[in-house]
């Protein structure tokens, strides 16, 4: 049995799951190079062959899905209600719902805990809303969890798995963001901004690692994605800084990260849809759709000073960003 992909992709936990009719396991150890997954079938049964296969991506995404083969005449398998499993993208529902989930609660935590600092460095208090930088690193730790459950539902919940998870580049990325989360919160009872907003450049670039990349193009969609993430959390998180405590500067702040965020974000949806070809006629380009709509709304917000609101919409353009970079982009 083999596999081919349109990129690099690494094995999670068996890789490549094949049932022959009687229902037993015929599939030999996974064999990878790049993006070619092989392995051997040890059967010489005739029938039906159900096969499942879950794989890591080069931007530690995962993916599976499931499809069959007949040997001489097709016939009943007793796996064949895996074909029939509900798929959203190239996960389960459950598993992308939990990715959504996780990197919305990352990107929340991230604005509170970077964009309250920066807002505080620009109106030069020495003290920011600690409540707030607090409530934002807990949002960052408890995200991780919330991140590995989201990648095992996504695949399956069995020990090879989660092995295979935990060692992959997702699993390092996880590690290094959770470490990165404490460091931030020890770094909060020394009230001091820079430390902490130099720990927000690095949470910003771990996300740009584990971000689609672009096609031909190496390490430049990572590259953007941890500007538009840096921008986009510290226009939300200074947001909330300045309903805590109001200054004129905000204006000019709140002009340069949102425009870094709408710049980066539009260079990736065009990346993403092929220039706006798939913005219809796939999940990823609805899914943005709706984001673009409530991005709208956020810019009116903002041209009638409903800072509140502004917020409120913001929160959801957050949500539909997490939702974004859990799709697999139809480019």
Known sequence: ???IFSEPVTPAGAGITVYSPSGHQVAGTVSTKASVLSAAITSRESGTYVVLWQVFAADTHPSRGAFEFSVDQRGENPYAGLL???EAGTTTPLGLALQALARWVHFAGFALAFGVVAYSVLIRRANPARRLVGAGVG????????????QLASLSFDGDTALAVLGSGFGRILGLRLGAALLAWTLIATERSW??????VAVALLDGASAHAFPQVPLAGQAVVAVHVGAMGLWVGGLAGFLRSPDPRFGRYAAVTLGVALGTGLLLALVHTGFGAAL??????GALFAKI??????LLAVLLRRHRVELAIATAAIALAALLAALPPPV
């Open 1 to 3: 049995m083999t596999l």
């Open 84 to 86: 029939r499993a509900p």
């Open 139 to 150: 949002l960052l730790i408890l995200a991780e969890p919330l991140s590995l459950l989201g």
């Open 195 to 200: 430390p902490l907003l130099a720990t927000g």
């Open 280 to 285: 219809f006629t796939s999940e990823y380009g």
């Open 293 to 298: 709509l409530v991005v709208g709304a956020a």
